[in-house]
Nanobody, 124 residues
Framework: QVQLVESGGGLVQTGGSLRLSCAAS????????MGWFRQAPGKEREFVAA????????YYADSVRGRFTISRNYAKNTVHLQMNSLKPEDTAVYYC?????????????????WGQGTQVTVSS
């Protein structure tokens, strides 16, 4: 059974940095695409970034491109999201997600597996 466990959230000031981690277990992930999504109170879950486990192709939402970097550690089955130059509008619960087959990597319903989420709060 696939399990995704996020860590690394917290409270940071505007302009600060955080590094989120997602520990994946229960499968061979080389065929997976892994994504990060976020959901702020009263808003829909939105795409942040995604990476193909094999090959490492990366994709970003326009709102985070140039500030966030997604990466994976092939040997440790972990996916990371380095978040720099954080803004108050980045405040949300961040979720790690994974799937084998995806037509649109930026659509939450395309993902089969989800972590429990980790809170990121950016103070102004």
């Amino acid at each position: 059974q696939v399990q995704l466990v996020e860590s690394g959230g917290g409270l940071v000031q505007t302009g600060g940095s955080l590094r989120l981690s997602c520990a994946a277990s229960g499968s061979t992930f080389r065929r997976y695409i892994m994504g990060w999504f976020r959901q702020a109170p009263g808003k829909e879950r939105e795409f942040v970034a995604a990476i193909r486990w094999s090959g490492g192709d990366t994709y970003y939402a326009d709102s985070v491109r140039g500030r966030f970097t997604i990466s994976r550690n092939y040997a440790k089955n972990t996916v990371h999201l380095q978040m720099n130059s954080l803004k108050p509008e980045d405040t949300a619960v961040y979720y790690c997600a994974g799937t084998i087959a995806v037509r649109a990597y930026d659509i939450a319903s395309q993902y089969d597996y989800w972590g429990q989420g980790t809170q990121v709060t950016v103070s102004s």
